[in-house]
């Protein structure tokens, strides 16, 4: 099988991610409630991972990185941290349901949001969320890479843009950590949401949230921490203020080797690969008249390794489903997303997504157009 639906998770993942699952699993225990050796092994790896993802994304101190169930729950805790009935937010047009369904929920308790549309040009999209803002305005919120069509978003020129009025900035980055380069602390963003099974090459179950200003979100879990264990009061400082419950040891030590992995292979290299993979096959489905591609041919500053289309007048389903008879996987459908459908007007259709990781070839992709064209015919 070629697996060419790296965006929902990669596969495969590293032996060294591998090796580390299972580790954890054999010589560890729960962290943090225990001082015997194998709790304070976990307790030591996942101090270790901390460190690892502070200095990887920028977070500015070990305590501002929380762990989470994944990406969706870390932009749950965001939204439903900070916002409060009266409050206004921006979205922009490319957002995931891991932050328009909670935006949804949030406005039916008294939150305002605006969605910003975004542009041809990376000014066009600024001048939106500009235009966007009011008085009132809590968070503004920019995925940083669309999961549906692969373009990157300027969540840099917009965090510096809010820094002007000092509204915090949320971004997505399930589609750009360890794809693209993102520092909380150089690029001002006040929350990076991210999970640990796509790019970073982690295993599903598990994400990030880095909080540069934890002291701005409420938690939205009360539990065991492991501190402060006589007060019923959840502890008021991070990391335990938002980790609740038995951490994901398993997950953890897996991101914790994902992470090596992408730092010892680059994520420049990465990402140049990716989008290397992506533009081969969009040069070749360009050719096909039957082929419907929705955005300009990628590039590597503007794009992620993710790729698009539809084939003549099949729905997306079918054509996946044709593909996937040929051994090649891929995503069909609405992703998740649909105001990024809704932005190119394949709401009703869905699109057919491919997605590479750095381990996929141009084999791969030259068996992948050739499958396609088949189908085209």
């Known amino acids: 099988m070629i697996y060419l639906d790296n965006a929902a998770t990669t596969f495969p993942k590293p032996q060294s991610v591998r090796r580390a699952a299972a580790n954890s699993v054999m010589t560890m225990a729960n962290p943090g409630r ?13 101090y270790r991972c ?16 929380i762990f989470t169930p994944g990406c969706t729950y870390s932009a749950n805790m965001v939204i439903k941290g900070l916002l409060k009935s009266g409050d206004h937010a921006v979205v922009s047009d490319m957002e995931h349901n891991a932050v328009m369904r909670p935006m949804h929920t949030m406005s039916e308790k008294g939150v305002a949001y605006t969605i910003a549309r975004t542009g041809e040009t990376d000014d066009e999209t600024l001048a939106s969320f500009r235009d966007a803002l ?9 995925t940083h890479v669309s999961n549906v069509w692969g373009q990157r978003l300027p969540v840099e020129r917009i965090a510096a843009l809010c820094r002007q009025y000092g509204i915090p900035v949320m971004t997505d980055a399930a589609q750009s950590a360890g794809v693209f380069p993102i520092n909380a602390e150089e690029n001002g963003i006040d929350f990076i949401c991210a999970p640990a099974h796509k790019g970073l090459y982690g295993t599903m179950g598990t994400g990030i949230l880095i909080a540069r200003h934890p002291e701005l979100l409420k938690t939205i879990t009360e539990g065991g921490t492991g501190s402060g264990s006589l007060s019923l009061s959840q502890p008021d400082f991070p990391p ?5 419950g038995t951490p994901n040891v398993p997950g953890i030590a897996a991101l914790s080797a994902g992470l090596d992995f992408v ?11 990716e989008v290397k993979l992506v533009t081969y096959l969009y040069d070749r489905l360009s050719k096909m008249s039957s082929i419907t ?8 500053m503007r794009n992620g390794g993710l ?13 996946a489903a044709y593909l996937f008879e040929k051994g090649i996987a ?16 394949t709401e009703k259709r869905g699109a057919v997504r491919i997605s590479t990781s750095y381990f996929n070839t141009m084999n791969e992709m030259e068996s992948a157009a050739r499958a396609i064209s088949m189908i085209a015919r």
Do not use: W
Not at 240 to 244: L, R, V
Not at 330 to 345: E, I, K, M, Q, T
């Open 307 to 319: 790729l698009s289309f539809n084939v003549g007048n099949l729905s997306s389903e079918e054509t």
């Open 50 to 65: 901390r460190v690892k993802a502070s200095e990887f994304f920028g977070a500015g101190s070990v305590e501002n990185v």
């Open 134 to 142: 009011r008085s009132n305005t809590r968070l503004v919120i920019c």
């Open 263 to 273: 730092k010892q292979t680059g994520v420049e290299r990465i990402h140049d690969h």
């Open 240 to 244: 335990d203020k938002f980790e609740s």
């Open 330 to 345: 891929v995503r069909a459908g609405l992703h998740c997303s649909p105001l990024a459908h809704r932005r190119y007007g």
């Open 293 to 300: 591609l929705y955005t300009p041919r990628p590039n590597a």
């Open 34 to 46: 225990s001082g015997h050796r194998p709790a304070m092994a976990a307790g030591e790896m996942i």
